[in-house]
């Protein structure tokens, strides 16, 4: 999937799961923190290629891109696994503990927000056509449906008048079916 599809599964999932989570009080910087959190999870996986999305966002990310994908074997293998998920997730953890001693805000949400991010990616990624090696370093790539002729082609039609679209009507449900309690994030935030 492309980085904008990754960014609003990333964002979909956290609205989910706050829903489900219902935190009652988000200062402002833990709130901010949280949705960059979410960001920078929803396009991390895709590291492994020197022409990623969040490469392309970070000064002199593309040279650092090409520096680093290597590293990771080349695209969708271990960042595009369960064991990519556990390191990612050990690595993050150890980074924000050692952060809240300067940074005042909620690392345990805003570590939610990231794996929360990190999984959505994974997950948009079973519907494409080149599978995900979940179970990496095995080297068998998962999908959704299995047969790969029917899974989509990354930023080809499908992707922009279906997925999207779908992602959207997705949220605007959420929202509509739950407004009271998005309201009331946003009072307590604001
Ligand atoms: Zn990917």
């Given at each position: 999937?492309?980085?904008?599809?990754?960014?609003?599964?990333?964002?979909?999932?956290?609205?989910?799961?706050?829903?489900?989570?219902q935190?009652?009080?988000i200062?402002?910087?833990?709130?901010?923190?949280?949705?960059?959190?979410?960001?920078?999870?929803?396009?991390?996986?895709?590291?492994?290629?020197?022409?990623?999305?969040?490469?392309?966002?970070?000064?002199?990310?593309?040279?650092?891109?090409?520096?680093?994908?290597?590293?990771?074997?080349?695209?969708?293998?271990?960042?595009?696994?369960?064991?990519?998920?556990?390191?990612?997730?050990?690595?993050?953890?150890?980074?924000l503990?050692?952060?809240?001693?300067?940074?005042?805000?909620?690392?345990?949400?805003?570590?939610?927000?990231?794996m929360?991010?990190?999984?959505?990616?994974?997950?948009?990624?079973?519907?494409?056509?080149?599978?995900?090696?979940?179970?990496?370093?095995?080297?068998?790539?998962?999908?959704?449906?299995?047969?790969?002729?029917?899974?989509?082609?990354?930023?080809?039609?499908?992707?922009?008048?279906?997925?999207?679209?779908?992602?959207?009507?997705?949220?605007?449900?959420?929202?509509y079916?739950?407004?009271?309690?998005?309201?009331?994030?946003?009072?307590?935030?604001?």
């Amino acid at each position: 999937m492309t980085g904008k599809t990754h960014d609003l599964a990333a964002f979909s999932a956290l609205n989910l799961a706050y829903i489900w989570h219902q935190p009652t009080t988000i200062s402002l910087s833990t709130f901010l923190a949280v949705l960059c959190a979410n960001f920078i999870g929803g396009l991390t996986p895709d590291i492994d290629q020197p022409a990623g999305n969040l490469w392309q966002r970070l000064p002199a990310g593309s040279l650092f891109g090409k520096l680093f994908a290597p590293f990771l074997g080349g695209h969708r293998h271990i960042s595009h696994s369960i064991l990519g998920l556990f390191l990612f997730g050990y690595g993050s953890r150890w980074l924000l503990e050692r952060a809240s001693h300067t940074i005042l805000v909620d690392m345990n949400l805003v570590w939610w927000s990231f794996m929360i991010g990190l999984t959505s990616h994974l997950f948009m990624d079973l519907f494409t056509k080149e599978g995900v090696p979940l179970l990496f370093p095995l080297s068998f790539k998962f999908g959704i449906p299995p047969l790969s002729m029917l899974r989509v082609t990354t930023g080809k039609l499908v992707e922009k008048f279906l997925v999207l679209p779908a992602l959207l009507l997705f949220d605007a449900n959420l929202y509509y079916h739950h407004y009271r309690l998005f309201l009331s994030l946003f009072h307590s935030v604001f």
